[in-house]
């Protein structure tokens, strides 16, 4: 594996971009449970309309959000796959080798389910007839598939000790990338379930947000704060029988089951449900999903202690990776993070909000508008930057 490294090594240190990595996955992983969890419900509720009209409301309603999550969830797992490829690339493109035709029909079953999704979306309506609810069954279907290959890919990732049994089993090469090796379904499971418990905070937080529109109806807002704690309370608590599941499904030498991660995972779940249990007031409003999105925090944290201790058994450790450090070009990277994403980002995060919160249209106030000046003057000067530094690069390599 360290033979297969890149040998121009990589640009700063590989704490880095271990630290990227987890914390993008986590921002991936907790769109992945709120569009799972939309869908889950958008579904469910197309096919209770019948027992009244605040089901076929929210059925519509989560079917927008798992639309636009989808997206989000495909944006930002962009991130995470690429610092993968920069400290686990051995493991990472081994594992897609093996499994190369999963690889490639990851893609093409992703584009078949948001199509499907988005038929399901244009034909979501009151009066929809019943089989309309077959494209969000399809999709769904897919979108856990889809699922189940990230996940299989990961964990094939983490076994580099029966990688030559999987390329040549009896001693004969294997090159069709026809078959997913190994799935831990205790892994799977939990990490795909934790989508019911977020949609069920995602719920409460959605009825806190609209409830400062006047004209929302209260019947409705009470119906999905309700709804939601419910969800929560019972899939937080259920959560915990395939988390302890894949605790004890570790491998005993790795010690990982004596180790604090998985066990603050379990407590925090617990926590969760019990709060849940209590009645959700209006003055809960973004606390129970923030709590949510933490879980999802440690897990990232989890995960990469587990691929840690996996490989360190083989002698890879990301820490010896060759480094040649380019100052510059991090140091645009996080100037390019911290203007565009924080500037640029948070001006349409506070635009979005403070629009939705209002009946009718939206004026913005002077901070919006302050943003609004910040992000396109950062916007322009990073482009300058970026066009100077690309310049000025290609000259100094000209002259050389």
């Keep these: 594996m360290n033979a297969m490294r890149d040998p121009a090594g990589i640009p700063a240190q590989p704490f880095v971009f271990q630290a990227l990595m987890v914390i993008t996955w986590a921002l991936h992983i907790a769109f992945v449970h709120l569009s799972m969890g939309a869908a889950g419900l958008a579904i ?48 990472w493109y081994t594992s897609n080798v093996l499994s190369g035709r999963w690889a490639l029909a990851f893609i093409f079953t992703l584009l078949l389910a948001y199509c499907l999704w988005y038929v399901f979306y244009e034909s979501n309506r009151a009066r929809a007839k019943r089989r309309v609810g077959l494209y969000a069954w399809g999709a769904l279907l897919l979108f856990c598939l889809d699922g189940l290959i990230m996940h299989a890919l990961s964990y094939q990732a983490l076994l580099p000790g029966r990688w030559m049994n999987w390329y040549a089993p009896s001693g004969v090469a294997d090159t069709r990338g026809a078959t997913l090796h190994a799935i831990e379904w205790a892994r799977y499971a939990f990490i795909m379930g934790l989508s019911v418990p977020v949609i069920g905070v995602f719920l409460i937080a959605y009825a806190h947000y609209f409830s400062g529109r006047r004209d929302c109806d209260v019947g409705y807002l009470v119906f999905a704060r309700e709804l939601g704690r419910q969800i929560a309370k019972w899939g937080f608590l259920s959560s915990i029988v395939p988390m302890l599941a894949w605790q004890f499904d570790l491998p005993p030498e790795s010690g990982l089951e004596l180790l604090p991660g998985g066990w603050l995972i379990v407590g925090a779940l617990a926590i969760m449900g019990v709060w849940m249990r209590l009645p959700v007031t209006k003055g809960h409003g973004y606390l129970p999903i923030v709590a949510s999105f933490m879980i999802d925090a440690l897990l990232a944290v989890w995960r990469e202690v587990i691929r840690v201790r996996y490989l360190k058994p083989f002698g890879y450790d990301i820490h010896s990776y060759r480094v040649h450090s380019d100052t510059p070009s991090m140091l645009l990277f996080f100037l390019t993070l911290t203007g565009i994403g924080g500037v640029v980002g948070g001006f349409y995060l506070t ?50």
């Design 44 to 91: 469910y509720a197309f096919h209770a309309r019948s027992a009244g009209e605040h089901w076929a409301r929210l059925s519509t309603s989560m079917t927008k959000v798992a639309k636009v999550g989808v997206s989000l969830l495909i944006v930002l797992g962009v991130a995470p796959l690429l610092f993968t490829q920069v400290i686990y690339d051995p493991q």
């Design 351 to 400: 635009l979005l909000y403070r629009a939705g919160r209002t009946a009718g249209r939206y004026n913005a106030d002077k901070p919006v508008r302050y943003l609004a000046s910040g992000a396109l003057s950062i916007l322009g000067l990073w482009i300058a930057a970026f066009l100077a530094y690309g310049v000025m690069v290609s000259l100094r390599d000209g002259f050389n």
